[in-house]
């Protein structure tokens, strides 16, 4: 909109004289740099060379993104040369918070798990490009993705209307993607003379006798019965369905429905939720859990499950991950009150934020045709799985498969750290589609589509899964005042009722605190988006 008026003709002059320099709505910002001529559709996107700069998160530290093959063999392709600014994943928030409040943030983000808030608080500050008009001119196959599901696009909309980020997508259709239990070591449980285990509280005594009956034969108590190493999230979601929790799936983790009702309740306020920490309580106490399991890093507890002294893990298939052999899917287990189901499910939409584009872009254009390719055929393909000869070759059916180098790498290396010697997505960070078709990371295994079978009949129905809400601008801005602080407050509780270093006679004044930090008006807003999500249906 016109901030003042031009009332000689030569000052409208002027200003016709001055949009005819700048770009229309969905090309390059005048003022920021040359602007190049981008190609619509082909390789290379631009015929002159351009230079870029981004911030990219990694699993591996040792991983050099300015020399790695992804990038060199697609820069050749594109004309775009990306001068990469990387942070390992265990550190990004910190670091991507503080470029972004200093003011000191690239031209894009990749791999950067941006927060719905944020987008939302950067967007309406300028800083992250709302990408609608790129998408509709230079996205063909995201808006394809778009177009053929829906609840994505509406997921990604902020609730002014804009698209700030590209996210990652897991194909409804790829069920190990979408639910997978832990694995347990099935001769630890040939040793202890026990079967799998249907039910919470035989999981429990499976554990028990990992701790107690030397399963490994080795003659030291050095089992851990049940290890994870990415927080103490994993094991809550595997048990989230057995203590009747998340009837409608994971996309508002905090939200589900009063049983026979479309009100929603507080999950975390819950008395199936104290009764769900209080069964963690105890395995953790009695030493059935890994006690480091609230500190530990990912890469840490890789290398102490590779040892093969773990009964269950919370992790994706152990012998693509690991190199361990013998472990098979847990059962969904039925809980204290006959519950069983599994419930941490998504719609397939992931982290929204996972490509960003900043104002100090200098060809936007360019960028949104760079980041499209990887949602098509062909860059899904290299995306993961690399290049011909390199790191795949074609079965004689014309599909790609590893190399011997990458499944069974001479150097001991296991899948991910062999193939990230090519690649970037080990560590689940980028935005992208993944298709069975072209992912063989852990979840593509014949084990893991094992496991997702198993768990599938429990699984909570597509239809009853309800989409991330969508709140209005005012909205969006009382939920992320509130529920900033509000999360905060019950990790820091959830830890300390599991390890006991807070006790359930607190459980009331726990309670109090949330409804005094705004739970009570954070239900109320939920609510209203949910009644308007069903009207607008």
């Not at 002027?14 to 949009?19: C, N, T, Y």
């Not at 809400?469 to 005042?481: G, H, I, P, R």
């Not at 009331?508 to 988006?529: C, F, R, V």
């Amino acid at each position: 909109m016109e901030k003042r008026r031009y009332a000689s003709a030569a000052a409208a002059l002027l200003l016709a004289a001055s949009l005819l320099g700048a770009c229309s709505k969905g090309d390059s910002k005048d003022g920021e740099g040359p602007v190049v001529k981008v190609n619509e559709t082909g390789m290379p996107i631009v015929d002159e060379k351009i230079q870029v700069e981004g911030f990219g998160a990694k699993r591996f530290a040792s991983q050099d993104w300015d020399n790695l093959m992804l990038w060199d063999e697609y820069e050749k392709m594109t004309n775009i040369e990306v001068k990469w600014h990387t942070v390992a994943t265990e550190v990004l928030a910190e670091k991507r918070n503080l470029e972004l409040s200093a003011g000191n943030y690239p031209e894009f983000y990749f791999a950067a798990a941006i927060p719905k808030a944020d987008l939302i608080k950067y967007g309406r500050q300028g800083v992250f490009l709302p990408l609608n008009d790129y998408i509709e001119k230079y996205a063909p196959n995201f808006k394809a993705i778009l177009e053929q599901y829906p609840s994505i696009k509406a997921g990604i909309t902020m609730a002014d209307g804009n698209i700030y980020g590209f996210p990652a997508i897991y194909d409804p259709e790829f069920d190990a993607l979408r639910a997978g239990t832990p694995w347990i070591l099935q001769e630890w449980l040939d040793n202890v003379g026990m079967k799998e285990p249907e039910t919470t509280e035989e999981l429990y005594q499976v554990l028990k006798a990992f701790k107690e009956q030397d399963p490994n034969g080795n003659g030291i108590a050095d089992e851990i019965p049940w290890g994870g190493g990415d927080g103490i999230n994993a094991f809550i979601d595997f048990l989230r369905g057995s203590f009747g929790l998340n009837k409608q799936g994971r996309m508002n983790i905090n939200l589900d429905f009063k049983e026979g009702t479309e009100t929603f309740r507080f999950v975390p306020a819950t008395d199936e939720y104290k009764e769900l920490l209080k069964y963690l309580n105890k395995l953790y106490t009695e030493g059935l859990i890994n006690q480091d399991v609230f500190t530990t890093t990912g890469l840490e507890f890789t290398t102490l499950a590779s040892k093969g002294n773990i009964g269950v893990l919370s992790e994706i298939d152990p012998k693509t991950l690991m190199k361990l052999d013998g472990y098979v899917g847990l059962p969904v287990l039925e809980g204290p009150t006959g519950e069983r189901a599994y419930n941490a499910v998504s719609t397939g939409l992931g982290n929204m934020g996972m490509f960003v584009l900043t104002e100090k872009a200098k060809n936007p254009e360019a960028m949104v045709r760079w980041m499209d390719h990887f949602y098509g055929e062909e860059g899904n393909k290299m995306f993961f799985m690399g290049f011909e000869g390199v790191t795949y070759e074609n079965d004689e059916n014309g599909n790609p498969q590893y190399m011997e180098n990458i499944t069974n790498n001479p150097d001991g290396l296991n899948l991910d750290q062999a193939i990230s010697e090519y690649l970037t997505w080990p560590g689940g960070y980028y935005p992208g589609i993944v298709r069975q078709k072209f992912f063989q990371g852990a979840e593509g295994t014949k084990a893991s589509a094992e496991n997702a079978a198993k768990a599938k009949p429990f699984r909570v129905k597509d239809e009853d899964i309800i989409p991330g809400l969508n709140y209005t601008m005012d909205e969006q801005d009382q939920v992320s005042s509130i529920m900033t602080d509000i999360q905060t407050y019950i990790d820091e509780m959830t830890a300390g009722f599991i390890t006991g270093r807070k006790s359930f006679d607190e459980w009331g004044s726990y309670i109090d605190e949330m409804n005094k930090m705004g739970a009570q008006t954070y239900l109320e807003i939920s609510q209203q988006a949910y009644d308007r999500m069903k009207v607008e249906k």
